[in-house]
């Protein structure tokens, strides 16, 4: 078992891939915003490096496959699950991906996760020059070299039951944190959890909304994407498709967090993306009703519920846009009002914790 | 049970729907071919009104979902199944579509097929003023009321085992037809079966080469989308997007027939179909070996078979570049060669019978 | 165009199919119920001949293909949309579907839908000998017929927003028509709607459970089944599966309503239907931890959520157990608690309106 | 970056799972043969031990949730495509996913791939006692040492292109090693290839039939689950599902080799395979014609192609019977035939190289 090194030299000619796998990359459809483009990101993921079960180059491949721009690779500083046989340096999974993110033409970003009991639990700091310094025996001294580094730190799964199994609390440890600004963002959304306490820290204390996947196995196994799932990410709205770029918005708070079928973001980006999405074909009038054609040129869905409305007037109680597609809104009424107007929520929306975008459309 | 259409006024109010059903579009991508818009059209489908089993508007519905351009009506002209609950005339199931193939923009085209044992067998006409002089007792009396009304002539599934048990033949009467100038084309493709016999002849005589469905029952029971499944249908390059520019490149036989992985048509259109449809991304030289990198931008699908090559090279015996994907190809050599060229078949682009279309590929 | 019938004849020749299409079951498991088969039924559906768009032998195919044992064919009486083109007797659809249903051994069940503006609604009599009795003016007088027949006479989508705008009412004509016992069930479900007022009324007036699909285009439009959907039903718990058996259950209200992940029935049924779908196959018990193998053999979804439980020890806060899946919870305790129990709510396991099933499992 | 072990007792705790995934078991429903159990089994795979890119437990749940009941992992013992990173003996892959095995009743076979250059290629030795003795400069020790432990050893994908680039050739290393007794089966089938002369090989010299799946990647990113696809693998007729059950089979030649739709193996398996899959339910007769009802038991597919008839019987030219479906076979004749029956080939029946079955059916 000597000579590993120049036996591979050897097998390397035995082992040259006839035919590579084919990659078959699937676009997400999604208007720009507010004059940026809007790149589809992942920043918490693992692998074979920490406790994942994927050789890195897979996580680059798996974003490709979805449509993603940009990932970053966080292993766990401190868990280290496949040690026994794997030895490397904490930075090592974000080398060996580099080239097949190249290929692929994905923005690989660098990150570890401080992965400490609660509090202050689990963090994640991207865009590090290099992770070895964030191993330390206190998670003040991780932070530290983290942020002397310039990376960008957020707090992971802020309401994971393992570390808070009653309620999702915010502890001195997290003012502590912010205080020292070692905190720019939180997990509103991770794998399939959306922690509405996290989004209204994010309002309150302007902090970045992220939402990630926190992927562990090949991701197929998690989600299934013939039933139409996607994994939970963050929409980065930036001025330019660069490493840098995303930094910057993220810096600036322009991201909107996309799990299942929620949008959670500011309300102004919220309701940009659901005019641009959501076009208004045609509109029939009739003298006693309306229908209202739209066609939806993204791939979200949109769910609308009726709010407060004339009572003379009389339409759907829910109502759901489907990705890509033409729908047809019936209204009637007793006699053509003079303001014509329908009001709904658009329940999967969030501008609040919660609560969806309120949106009224005259006819 | 009298006073049904005074019943219908009243229960329209009852029935009108709360939510109209969604119909979700998926484009079919394909490069634009020799400066015309490749149009997705299907020339051959049945409804209740003959012996099909939807009504009429399913058939725009399908259309629109499965990214369909322009759909013929071609009920049987002799053959009514359902005829003992359902009376009509021969373009009533166009004129119940009509409505909502504008709502859809769909473009719909009056047809009827004209249904006769062998020879001469089944034949559409598309492009009818009126469907019902085609009823006639002499099938020559129905050919002849067709081309009266400046309709488009094509025979149906040739090859069909029901009509041609043991060989697909050219019958006296199809000579006939042809010399009359009643058959402007013929279906290459029908429904899941490929006529390699009818691609000769429409190569020999000049005439359009069609690929339809013939779809009776829902198309979702004979066609798995989830599969990646498509139904057959016929690409027509065309100058503009409206009826009258389907039938100009219908009479100047600029089509491409798309059967399962197959397609069928001039070479000069297949070729540049797929060099527009697979890009080189990037070759990666090295001293004994090369990979290229492409990335097909089309929903098409292409296989290659090595052919006739320098021995010096040595490549994939067969490769299949999927849809929309990255791909690597690689090629070793002991020298670098002077003249560095591979050598394959697109063994689904056909240019002749069950010949597909050669090509080379200096890297 | 005269003489339709004489051409069938010679046409029938023309078309008898090649090859018939393929109809591929897939069976849905669940497992029996006190002693009781359970078959799966959707007893509310339109063709061609009220206000469908697909011939009645499609209903036959769709629901053999989807595992359904028994349908039945409930055309509108008072509205025949089609009426211009379809000319027939209330029960023709009924007949035309028979041979199919023999073929595919779907138990197919004679209906009509009473279709009057509220109050009272629309109300489906299955169990039909002869639908066109009922085609009267006053919807008393129908109702009086279908009960002279011994029909089973039910009330659809109560909660339907067309003709319930705001809330879902019990009105005056409600409470006659169930004194008059010409009200055996309701809908608590229909096509993606539940209606939990009507899941109250089923359990105070002792009323049989309804839920069904409604459907009126080719099934595949509404329902993705690549998605893992599945249209609304009606599990019956038989003692044969045959139409009197399905007609004893449903007098005797045995029945369970399955739309989306949703199950509603009695406590005592679905308490069963877990018990029996769910089998712990291992229980790993360590000094700090223990963790429960579980295998789901059923089709069926189960949505878990913890409840009060002892604060020693820390589980899930909600978990979901998918069908036919193996899956393992974690429990946890600082010292091995005497008495081992987590307790949860099987949220979609409705015993009340919005109300799931309470459960506790000991370790 | 010492003391990893410690940290991972401290961090254990952190990264305990909240919820374990799903997986969700999808069984291969193929009928007893010959009184063996079928079980379905893949003796050729890698992960990140060799040059795969998954943990090996993930093999072991890509196996559960495929319906396999044993696998084999076979790291190249002269490959270590990652050992830069993973040092280990060359059975570890086996004993990290043992526990994994145990968990899903998968039965895990310990084997190596021994990775030579042409001749002699790559060989599988399965049912090693310990992989490690295989490390050999000479790849005849290597052989040598597996077969003193007892293991079965068989030729992997013998028409590689990057080995046999030009045809598939039988060495006088082969010649060498079957006289040795050191080769008791061939690959017949490798992930998407099917090689005719090791068909033809294993017939004449009484090798076992293998396929497998070679799998490198998460599986998910090379086969298409939702378009039906299945990973290449091989039936074995085994007594009782246990590692003994399996090797006495593979002792004994008694496997069927799967590869898309293609099956591989002894005429007598493939015809009783035929028979008890597909069932004929009824058979409608009249003067001129019959219909033949078949119901598909099987997850499997067959392609039916007619063969020399009597010509006064007409029936299809093709025929292909889908999975767990329902078809009907139509025959048509001008008077009752005396001795009716129909020909044909099952052609994805293999029992020679690119040679069907053939079959007759008396009506």
Redesign the interface.
């Known amino acids: 078992?000597k000579n590993?090194?120049l036996?591979?030299t050897?097998?390397a000619?035995?082992?040259?891939?006839?035919?590579?796998?084919?990659?078959?990359?699937?676009e997400i459809h999604v208007p720009d915003l507010a004059g940026y483009q809007v790149l589809k990101c992942d920043f918490h993921m693992h692998t074979?490096?920490s406790?994942?079960?994927?050789?890195p180059?897979?996580r680059v491949?798996e974003a490709?496959?979805e449509g993603l721009d940009a990932i970053a690779l966080t292993e766990?500083v401190?868990?280290?699950?496949?040690?026994?046989?794997?030895?490397?340096?904490?930075g090592?999974s974000w080398e060996?991906a580099q080239k097949s993110a190249k290929?692929?033409d994905i923005l690989l970003i660098r990150g570890s996760e401080i992965?400490?009991?609660m509090a202050p639990g689990?963090f994640n700091a991207i865009f590090l020059e290099d992770c070895?310094p964030l191993?330390q025996k206190e998670w003040k001294d991780s932070f530290s070299e983290a942020k002397k580094q310039g990376a960008f730190l957020f707090w992971n799964h802020p309401g994971?039951?393992?570390?808070q199994?009653d309620t999702t609390l915010w502890w001195d440890e997290h003012t502590f944190i912010y205080d020292k600004g070692w905190m720019q963002g939180i997990e509103v959304a991770n794998s399939s959890s959306y922690f509405p306490e996290a989004h209204r820290w994010c309002l309150e204390k302007k902090l970045t909304m992220m939402g990630n996947s926190d992927v562990h196995?090949?991701i197929?196994?998690?989600i299934?994407?013939?039933?139409?799932e996607h994994r939970t990410m963050t929409f980065v709205l930036a001025k330019e498709r660069t490493l840098d770029g995303i930094r910057e918005a993220l810096d600036n708070r322009r991201t909107i967090v996309w799990i299942d079928d929620l949008l959670i973001g500011e309300e102004t980006y919220l309701k940009e993306l659901f005019e641009k999405s959501v076009e208004v074909v045609k509109v029939n009038r009739k003298d006693d009703?309306c229908s209202i054609?739209l066609q939806n040129h993204s791939d979200l869905t949109f769910h609308l519920k009726k709010t407060e409305h004339d009572k003379g007037i009389?339409y759907?109680?829910t109502?759901?846009?489907?990705?890509?597609?033409?729908?047809?809104?019936?209204v009637?009424y007793s006699t053509r009002p003079v303001d014509g107007r329908i009001h709904f929520e658009v329940t999967n929306l969030l501008v609040q914790p919660d609560k969806g975008l309120d949106y009224d459309y005259s006819f």
């Open positions: 078992m590993l090194f036996k591979m050897v097998s000619l035995l082992l040259w891939p006839d035919v590579a796998g084919a990659q078959v990359r699937h074979v490096f406790d994942g079960t994927v050789w180059t897979v491949e490709y496959r766990h401190e868990n280290r699950r496949h040690a026994e046989d794997i030895q490397a340096h904490h090592r060996i290929a692929y992965t400490r009991s689990h070895n191993d994971w039951a393992r570390q199994p196995p090949p197929g196994m998690v299934d994407f013939a039933k139409g009703r054609v009389e759907f109680r109502f759901t846009i489907e990705p890509q597609s033409r729908h047809t809104i019936g009637r």
